[in-house]
Structures are given as structure tokens and as C-alpha cells.
């Protein structure tokens, strides 16, 4: 079930915050910035905010797709129907419906003979 665009946020600021506190961590043990790529903790917590990114770009998507969607609709039925000219027949069609022929009626089939022995 995809998550809520709120949700996502949160998920995103308490990734970053425990991002930046490993951050100081290496910091504080003298590790450059070039060497924190080989920090495997480091590159998880990266990952985990990219992924989080990721997601919230596809939740914006999905936000435009449905508004656009919703405008189409909104479009649509505001829009006049033209009446076709084979609805029109069909209302012709309708009345003579009402004056149907009276059907036939049909014969009964013969029963079989006595089958023989």
C-alpha cells in the first residue's frame, strides 16, 4: 500500500537526522568526507534517504496523475452531449417495438413410437 505524502516526509527527516549524527560520529573520528563513501553504515543510511526521496517523487507523480484526471472527468461531464443520429433512429425504432406482430405459434412435436423389441 503506498504511503502518504506526510508519512514519506517523516520517514525522510528521521533518515536524514540519523544520517547526519553518523556524520558527526565519523567526523569526530577524523574520517574526510572522500572516506565516508567506504563507511558501510554511512552508505546505508545514504541509501535509505535516497530511496525515501525516490518514493516521494513517485507519490507527486501519482498526485498529478489523479488531479489531471479528475479535471478531465470534470470536463467531460460539464461538456454538452451531441445527440447522434442513430440514437434519434433508435427512438423511431422504439415506438414500432410497441406494435409487435403477434408471434406464431408452433406445432407440437409428434411423440415418438413405441420403440420396437
Not at 40 to 67: M, N
Not at 77 to 102: H, Y
Amino acid at each position: 500500500m503506498p504511503l502518504r505524502q506526510a508519512t514519506l516526509d517523516r520517514q525522510l527527516e528521521q533518515a536524514k537526522a540519523r544520517l547526519s549524527l553518523w556524520a558527526k560520529q565519523l567526523n569526530d573520528q577524523g574520517v574526510s568526507t572522500k572516506q565516508r563513501a567506504k563507511d558501510a553504515k554511512w552508505r546505508k543510511l545514504s541509501a535509505e534517504c535516497a530511496h525515501i526521496r525516490g518514493r516521494l517523487s513517485v507519490v507527486a507523480g501519482v498526485v498529478a496523475r489523479d488531479a489531471a484526471a479528475a479535471q478531465r472527468k470534470a470536463e467531460k461531464l460539464a461538456a454538452p452531449k451531441p445527440e447522434s443520429k442513430s440514437k434519434a433512429a433508435k427512438g423511431k425504432g422504439g415506438e414500432k417495438a410497441a406494435k409487435e406482430k403477434p408471434k406464431k405459434e408452433k406445432k407440437p412435436k409428434p411423440e415418438k413410437s413405441a420403440a420396437k423389441a
